[in-house]
């Protein structure tokens, strides 16, 4: 009984990682070994895949345009969250359920309904190709996740935190800034990591609001086509190096995560 409860687990565990093994796997093949047959690790171990990545500027400039427009993307969303999600969390007003609701609704829209107006309105303003350009549209998703997560974590934090703050002469900037912000550290965190992740695996806004200057990596991985097929090899190892930085911000927030879970808000 022991030896099943351990067996289950590690089970799923080997599940989970097989795909980004098999992956991992790949990057280190040639095409051609690839296409020849199934091996459980290379036979010929080679690192063209990789190197052709970090010298090739087509391959590094995407992975360079993709963080600079996923952080610009999270901390304008963050940012433009809190002060929504507070006032939703503390005040009630006329139509504020169903101002919330609204919210919602722009993040269960699919990209692909907003893609032609952000391509056409990006292109007569002079912003089309631009990082800031694919960071504001996916702000239309993110800011609705960011300010329904926030909410969850504000409203668990006592009135009389805000009323005390107050009697003791904290201006509003300076209580949000040193005592409300603090105590929602969790919620500034699951927010912002939603926010990342969301920005780093969409394709579709980000391809088509791009084309040279600001094109991501995930457009560049679909053009990986020559006369002799498609580079598997170097795909896999684009694969593999767009895993990292979610990787890195999962393991930063991943105690956050946990508490949002436990909050509900998750």
């Known amino acids: 009984m022991r030896r099943l409860k351990w067996l289950v687990p590690t089970l799923y565990v080997v599940f ?18 690839i296409l020849g047959g199934f091996s459980l690790w290379p036979t010929e171990f080679t690192l063209d895949n990789y190197r052709k990545i970090f010298t090739d500027s087509t391959w590094y400039t995407g992975y360079l345009n993709s963080l600079t427009y996923v952080v610009i993307n999270t901390v304008i969303s963050v940012t433009a969250a809190l002060p929504a999600a507070y006032a939703f969390s503390r005040y009630r007003f006329l139509g504020d359920k169903h101002l919330f609701f609204w919210l919602l609704t722009n993040r269960m829209a699919p990209p692909a309904v907003f893609a032609l107006p952000f391509f056409q309105l990006y292109s007569a303003i002079g912003l089309f190709d631009t990082h ?13 996740l960011a300010v329904w997560i926030l909410e969850g974590f504000m409203s668990s934090v006592p009135k009389e935190l805000d009323e005390t703050a107050y009697v003791d002469g904290y201006s509003f900037p300076k209580f949000f800034v040193k005592i409300f912000l603090p105590t929602i550290t969790a919620g500034v965190g699951v927010a912002a990591f939603f926010c990342f992740m969301f920005s780093w695996v969409e394709l579709l806004l980000a391809k088509t609001l791009t084309s040279v200057d600001a094109k991501p990596i995930a457009a560049t991985m679909t053009r990986t086509a020559s006369t002799s097929g498609y580079e598997l090899g170097l795909l896999a190892a684009a694969g593999t190096l767009t895993i990292v930085p ?8 991943r105690n956050y995560i946990a508490k949002g879970f436990a909050l509900g808000r998750v």
């Open 132 to 144: 800031i350009a694919v960071a504001l549209a996916h702000c239309l998703f993110n800011i609705p």
């Open 246 to 253: 979610g990787a890195f911000v999962i393991y930063f927030v």
């Open 16 to 33: 989970l990682m097989l795909p980004i093994y098999w992956l991992l796997n790949m990057s280190f093949k040639t095409t051609n070994e």
